[in-house]
């Protein structure tokens, strides 16, 4: 029940009329911010929906959310080679979904296609003062 909850506000987050933020992380790799709110029964803390987008081929350098991050990620479209901390690298198809962490170093977030674009939800509960949500690795 709890992810049914959480699905429909990020489709809902999808058709939102208004982008907060967007970003290009890596050449062929936008980043859309769609939703953000503060959680009015968890003070200090917020939900942020971001759409990734990736070219064919793209992907994003390696990076880490912020520390009090903890995110729902579901691939759209396409399909996302995709590798956080130890675990092996892993390829998710559309309607696939994982997790990350507080603190968790996402090393390899990659379009798995080099003629098909895909795409990805994620979903951040996280201190509403952290604004930046993708540090990438110095």
């Known amino acids: ?3 049914t909850a959480l699905l429909l506000a990020a489709a809902a987050a999808l058709f939102a009329t208004s982008v907060a933020a967007q970003e290009t992380i890596a050449p062929g790799a936008k980043v859309s911010v769609v939703f953000d709110q503060a959680l ?3 003070p200090g803390k917020s939900m ?3 759409l990734v987008e990736y070219d064919p081929g793209a992907g994003s350098h390696s990076h880490r959310h912020p520390s009090s991050a903890f995110i ?3 691939v759209l479209e396409g399909a996302i080679r995709s590798k956080v901390n130890d675990e092996p690298e892993h ?3 559309a309607g696939e979904s994982w ?3 507080p603190g968790d170093h996402h090393q390899v977030s990659h379009n ?3 003629t098909q674009p895909a795409k990805l939800l994620a979903v951040f509960v996280v201190d509403t003062s952290d604004h930046k949500i993708v540090i990438p690795d110095k």
Request: overall charge positive; proline content about 5%.
């Open 1 to 3: 029940m709890k992810t």
């Open 40 to 42: 009015p029964n968890v």
């Open 48 to 50: 942020r929906v971001v």
């Open 72 to 74: 729902y990620a579901r």
């Open 91 to 93: 390829t998710y198809q």
């Open 99 to 101: 997790t990350e962490k």
């Open 112 to 114: 798995a296609s080099d």
